[in-house]
């Protein structure tokens, strides 16, 4: 098959060429929200082939292979790493107008110097040329990532988590600057008493706090707060269906504490009611803090019963989901402003039907304290193709300020995956350059360019203001 990644690749017109080979293609990457393994860039990880860096954990390439009629032996199960990638390689010419398409083709571009559609015909060849220079130094955990320009990310870690890894990354001036970000989900999953306490004692031994009652818990989480932010941290995010949140104080928290402590279920109403009192109670601590807050709301998780029991989470059985959103995001951002501790905060959607109220929502709360204060997150996960993110680029062109978003991000597992951002940054010079095109815009290569370097870098570089 013919290649067809050409330097001018989703660049429409001279106008946007000159935006991004001038202005965006060189530029650093600040990859704020992502799911690496640390401990793997701490020690520099080389991979034996390119089925362990680019298919193990991969759940978008998962779906597609599972469309296509693979067998789950050769996607999560015991075959061998080359039958697994020979089995991807039968898929990927299928995939025309899906994303992997386009992200396959500029991976193997980017990293391997390969300009040709992974093919059956060429599949075996590509594996072994790959997996011989997976071996080289150049292509180590940090290799793989300087060679995007990565000068730092943040990955997503429990409370508890020792961010070991993180620390020795910070002091290596060999490695890539990581940070940790804290995703207290587990801190409030009083569903299931049993594993909630097993994590209370873990939370506790961490934080060196008997966590009692719900005070104690508040300390401890705390505790951890400070913590993360001493090593490095900057940020918060949450994983949400959608945000609860309750007018007047319906329950009594410390009585509700109480009951998970003693294995005793509780409603599912009072589990809403739990979530949100302590989602509020960890807002205040980030603006106390000076951290961002990130929400990431929509998807519905762990669809398929009989598969998760059979391969569990995170394995490429979540959705889209049809969930109302405005109104209890509404409450709960209106409950941290009007005591003004309502911090930075970036919110993500994953329904394209909500595109256009979260981009207003976020409108509501910027107070011109602080540039770009509430954003409109960027594309994420089924969004974060070229028609998702031309319309997060449209919704907030329209309804906010796009020259002030800090940016995109891979939200990825896998070390290969940084390309997204050459994807997002060609979209955006040709969104721009359209426009300019169009007569809808000054042809001012300057202005615009400094305002398409402002998205790439430099905004999340002021935003995040990481050390």
């Not at 990293?111 to 015909?121: G, Q, R, V, W």
């Not at 007018?247 to 294995?263: A, C, P, R, W």
């Not at 990130?294 to 398929?304: D, E, T, Y």
């Amino acid at each position: 098959m013919k290649p067809f990644l050409t330097e001018n690749f989703l660049l429409k017109n001279d106008f946007a060429e000159k935006l991004y080979h001038n202005f965006a293609k060189k530029l650093p990457i600040i990859d704020y929200h992502n799911h690496l393994p640390p401990n793997d860039i701490a020690n520099d990880k080389q991979f034996e082939n390119i089925t362990q860096v680019w298919l193990y954990g991969d759940h978008y390439k998962w779906r597609a292979m599972r469309a296509f009629g693979i067998n789950e032996k050769y996607i999560t199960g015991n075959a061998t790493d080359k039958e697994k990638f020979l089995k991807w390689a039968e898929v990927v010419p299928y995939t025309i107008k899906n994303p992997l398409f386009h992200w396959t083709a500029l991976e193997l571009k980017a990293y391997f110097n390969i300009n040709e559609i992974l093919t059956p015909e060429n599949a075996e060849e590509i594996y072994e040329k790959t997996s011989k220079i997976l071996q080289q130094k150049s292509h180590s955990a940090n290799g793989l990532l300087k060679m995007q320009n990565v000068e730092s990310l943040c990955t997503t870690d429990d409370p508890a988590d020792s961010l070991e890894h993180h620390i020795a990354t910070l002091k290596d001036a060999n490695k890539v600057k990581t940070f940790p970000t804290f995703r207290p989900d587990n801190s409030f999953a009083v569903e299931n008493t049993t594993t909630y306490n097993q994590y209370l004692s873990k939370l506790a031994t961490v934080s060196n706090i008997n966590i009692n009652n719900y005070d104690d818990l508040l300390k401890a989480l705390e505790s951890r707060i400070h913590f993360f932010n001493e090593s490095g941290g900057r940020l918060s995010d949450h994983g949400f269906e959608q945000l609860s949140f309750f007018e007047n104080d319906i329950y009594d928290i410390q009585s509700l504490f109480k009951k998970v402590k003693e294995h005793k279920v509780l409603s599912t109403e009072e589990v809403e009611f739990f979530k949100f009192k302590t989602v509020i109670e960890l807002c205040k601590m980030y603006h106390k803090i000076g951290w961002t807050q990130q929400f990431h709301l929509g998807a519905i998780r762990n669809n398929n019963k009989r598969l998760l029991d059979e391969l569990g989470p995170d394995t490429g059985f979540d959705s889209i989901g049809d969930l109302s959103q405005a109104k209890a995001l509404s409450g709960v951002l209106n409950r941290l402003d009007s005591t003004n501790q309502l911090a930075k905060t970036i919110v993500y959607n994953l329904n394209p039907a909500d595109s256009e109220v979260f981009a207003t929502m976020v409108g509501n709360f910027n107070d011109g304290t602080i540039k770009g204060k509430m954003q409109y997150g960027a594309a994420w996960w089924f969004l974060d193709q070229k028609d998702g993110m031309e319309k997060q680029i449209n919704a907030l062109s329209n309804l906010g300020l796009l020259s002030c978003f800090v940016g995109m991000l891979t939200d990825s597992r896998s070390f290969l995956s940084f390309p997204r951002h050459e994807y997002f940054r060609r979209i955006l010079c040709n969104a721009i350059g359209t426009d300019v095109a169009n007569g809808e815009l000054p042809a001012d290569e300057a202005f615009l360019g400094k305002i398409v370097s402002d998205i790439c870098y430099y905004n999340a570089k002021n935003y995040f203001n990481f050390k």
